[in-house]
């Protein structure tokens, strides 16, 4: 009888042991399952030029948090520089209307900020290339002290301070722990989204619109003189050019300062054309204004060439006041509105802008 008993309570704490186990699995399936998201390749674009999902693996969970850690202000020495300070959704991700954006205590960067779109078709980041990878890249702003002004360590700190990343680096990754490698991970996983395909260049392309004969005829126009450079359809080459920019006041000497050659004094990279009309000032250093001025630009250097010039900068530009119009027109049908104004890209609660 006694025996039984034993073995009747035997089976029962089994019984109850298995259930507990399995309720136990099955609770921690619940906390971590996240949401592929699938990287879309716009119809007609080459491949990206690197995989930075492949070992990243692109999820809804890591680009919230990503996306969370990008409109985060409190990142800064002052509290008042998110990463959006000077990437601003509506200026396509690039500081709206000012020539060198402002870091923290009223600190201002050497260098204009160029709009985030259409990284993961990049080889290489920044204005002279001394960035390769997109995951290491926002060591740079958060450290600096004219930009965000923070150390590494403090930045982790301000995260873990804080219950609702708890939640989303264990959404993300499958346990709380913040790490410095899983927010640079999370962060590349909302900047290399930052996907810009929806321009009326790109209706055009895609056979659902039809230029104005203005536009034609500025298309033209591009593809005679600027397209070897800004190649289409990501309007950059990757190249690193001289395009007749003089040294400035800072003395920045682009792409040399990394390569140490004379011959890469002046070369900076080639600049996506896209969303240009959002995007001004222009070039490295903000220092032309006007869309109208960067034409102006080209048509003096390439009819009085410097030392340095580019080669395919080397045949004369030579437009009319109506076909420098039609350039024009053409360069405003690359504003994609339905990107700088998605949802999906924009803070979830009130952010400030520092100006
Ligand atoms: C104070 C202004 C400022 C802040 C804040 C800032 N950036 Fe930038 N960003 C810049 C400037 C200026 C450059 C160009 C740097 C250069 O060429 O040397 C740049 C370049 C970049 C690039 C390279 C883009 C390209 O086309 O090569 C990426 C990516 C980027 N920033 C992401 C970030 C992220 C992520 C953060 C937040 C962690 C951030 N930035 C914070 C001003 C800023
Ligand atoms: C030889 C290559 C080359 C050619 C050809 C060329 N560009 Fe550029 N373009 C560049 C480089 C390099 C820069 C960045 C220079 C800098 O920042 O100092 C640039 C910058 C620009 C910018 C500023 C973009 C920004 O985000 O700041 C605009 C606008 C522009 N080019 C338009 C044109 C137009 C229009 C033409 C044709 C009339 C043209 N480019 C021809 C190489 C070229």
Not at 51 to 56: E, G, H, L, S, W
Not at 175 to 192: D, E, H, V, W, Y
Not at 293 to 321: C, E, F
Request: aromatic share 12%; proline share 5%.
């Amino acid at each position: 009888m006694l025996k039984l008993k034993v073995i009747i309570s035997f089976l029962l704490f089994a019984a109850v042991s298995l259930f507990i186990i399995a309720a136990g699995k099955k609770d921690r399936d619940d906390i971590y399952k996240t949401t592929p998201l699938e990287f879309k390749i716009p119809k007609g674009w080459p491949k990206p030029t690197v995989d930075f999902f492949k070992k990243n693996k692109l999820t809804e969970e890591g680009f919230l948090l990503g996306k969370k850690i990008f409109y985060d202000s409190r990142l800064s020495k002052d509290g008042e520089v998110s990463c959006a300070g000077c990437h601003q959704p509506f200026g396509a991700f690039a500081t709206f209307d000012h020539d060198l954006s402002h870091g923290v205590s009223n600190s201002f960067t050497t260098r204009n900020a160029p709009a985030l779109m259409n990284l993961a078709w990049m080889i290489d980041f920044h204005w002279d290339g001394g960035v390769n990878h997109l995951e290491i890249q926002p060591l740079g702003p958060l450290t600096a002290p004219n930009e965000m002004g923070i150390t590494l360590d403090s930045a982790l700190m301000i995260l873990k301070a804080d219950s609702a990343y708890y939640r989303m680096f264990n959404n993300a990754f499958g346990n709380p722990a913040i790490t410095s490698q899983r927010m640079l991970k999370a962060l590349a996983q909302f900047t290399g989204s930052l996907i810009t395909s929806n321009s009326k260049y790109d209706r055009v392309m895609n056979g659902l619109d039809t230029f104005s004969n203005f536009e034609k005829k500025g298309y033209v126009h591009f593809k005679n003189n600027c397209a070897s450079c800004h190649k289409e359809p990501l309007f950059t080459d990757n190249s690193f050019r001289n395009n007749g920019m003089l040294l400035n006041r800072f003395k920045d000497i682009g792409r040399q300062r990394i390569t140490a050659l004379s011959s890469d004094s002046l070369k900076f990279k080639v600049p996506s054309l896209r969303n240009i009309q959002l995007t001004f000032p222009y070039m490295h250093d903000g220092s032309i204004f006007s869309v109208p001025q960067v034409i102006d630009h080209y048509i003096a250097k390439t009819n009085a060439p410097q030392i340095g010039l580019d080669s395919v900068l080397r045949k004369p530009i030579v437009l009319n006041k109506l076909q420098k119009n039609e350039l024009i027109y053409f360069l405003y049908t690359l504003t994609d509105t339905v990107f700088t104004k998605n949802k999906r890209f924009a803070p979830d609660g009130p952010v400030y802008f520092k100006h």
